[in-house]
């Protein structure tokens, strides 16, 4: 199960940063990914202290990786949160 998870939120992590670099401006999306990490982090720190799992080269990079979607988390509610003014400079406006 610690690998399967591991590789599902690996996967997920990958998917989740592309799709987010090319849809920075779809606030709707960036909200919903965002959540989505939320549950990911959850269930990734959940799986890695609550599930019995051999002295694997996985350890760290399982650590890391739910740190590094705690921060993709933190800038997709920014981007996904913050509002978004127009302003206009040109002078016939």
């Given at each position: ?33 965002a959540w989505i990490n939320v549950c ?54």
């Amino acid at each position: 199960m610690f690998n399967t998870i591991f590789w599902i939120l690996a996967i997920w992590f990958v998917v989740n940063v592309i799709w987010m670099w090319f849809q920075l401006d779809n606030q709707t999306l960036q909200k919903t990914f965002a959540w989505i990490n939320v549950c990911a982090v959850f269930i990734g720190f959940w799986v890695y202290y609550g599930v019995t799992h051999d002295a694997s080269m996985l350890n760290g990079w399982f650590v890391a990786l739910n740190w590094i979607n705690i921060v993709l988390a933190a800038i997709q509610f920014y981007f996904g949160y913050r509002i978004v003014t127009t302003h206009h400079t040109h002078p016939a406006n």
